[in-house]
């Protein structure tokens, strides 16, 4: 079982930044994928961004690259979000989730665990 706790979510002005953190517990993320994932009011979860424990291969959101950065620490056990160039329609909850295995996923439905989310909301 892997418990995991995102943080780093506030209020930030358009063009700022945020750093959000996912920090795992019960298991190493040694075997898995983490991503995060995100979902605005009335809308439906969307893929942000993904990498590779193992290797530390990344992947994003084609609406995040370039913005967005995706990180690990091994010793800490945990996974980061730095979020630069923040725009009004990146406000969301973001949730952090980690998925079994070595493939990486944009489907939220193969991850198996989930953070409980952290809000961002972006003012213009």
């Known amino acids: 079982q892997v418990q995991l706790v995102e943080s780093g979510g506030g209020l930030v002005q358009a063009g700022g930044s945020l ?6 517990s019960g298991r190493t ?3 898995y994928v ?15 961004a993904a990498i590779r ?3 530390g291969s990344t992947y994003y959101a084609d609406s995040v690259k370039g913005r967005f950065t995706i990180s690990k ?4 056990n945990t996974v980061y979000l730095q979020m630069n160039s923040l725009k009004p329609e990146d406000t ?4 952090c989730a980690a998925a ?3 493939t990486m996923t944009n489907n939220g439905a193969n991850y198996d665990y989930w953070g409980q989310g952290t809000q961002v909301t972006v003012s213009s």
């Open 19 to 24: 750093r959000l953190s996912c920090a795992a």
């Open 100 to 102: 079994r295995g070595y």
């Open 73 to 76: 620490d091994n010793a800490k």
């Open 92 to 95: 969301a909850v973001y949730y």
């Open 34 to 48: 983490a991503g995060w994932f995100r979902q605005a009011p009335g809308k439906e979860r969307e893929f942000v």
């Open 29 to 31: 993320f040694s075997s």
């Open 53 to 55: 424990w193992s290797g």
